[in-house]
């Protein structure tokens, strides 16, 4: 099955530059954001992930807590609040110039 998920792995294999996944815990075409992050983390564990979701429960959240080392951003969301969890998934700071 070729789904986007399926597609974004194989782009992930050949783009060793990317540094960040940007993905919804909820996704069309049978792969969930979790399976395609921890199918992800297999082929690059430096990889940093970053969640989304409209859903308070779900694959990485469980009783209103996330699991251990995940970032979530909840929507709706703001760029500025897009850019704040981009720069934490990185490690990286900056000047939020929205």
Same mark, same amino acid.
């Given at each position: 099955?070729?789904t986007?998920?399926?597609?974004?792995?194989?782009?992930?294999?050949?783009?060793?530059?990317?540094?960040?996944?940007?993905t #919804?815990?909820?996704?069309?075409?049978?792969?969930?954001?979790?399976?395609? %992050? &921890?199918? !992800?983390?297999?082929? $690059?564990?430096? *990889?940093?992930?970053?969640?989304?979701?409209?859903?308070?429960?779900?694959?990485?959240?469980?009783?209103?807590?996330? #699991?251990?080392?995940?970032?979530?951003?909840?929507?709706?969301?703001?760029? %500025? &609040?897009? !850019?704040?969890?981009? $720069?934490?998934? *990185?490690?990286?700071?900056?000047?939020?110039?929205?």
């Amino acid at each position: 099955m070729n789904t986007p998920a399926r597609h974004l792995l194989k782009l992930l294999d050949s783009n060793p530059e990317v540094v960040l996944l940007f993905t #919804d815990v909820v996704m069309p075409g049978g792969m969930g954001g979790k399976e395609l %992050a &921890d199918q !992800a983390l297999e082929r $690059r564990p430096d *990889l940093r992930v970053l969640f989304t979701s409209g859903y308070t429960e779900n694959s990485i959240v469980h009783h209103g807590r996330l #699991d251990p080392g995940v970032m979530l951003l909840s929507k709706p969301y703001r760029k %500025a &609040d897009l !850019a704040r969890a981009i $720069r934490d998934a *990185l490690g990286t700071t900056g000047d939020n110039n929205d």
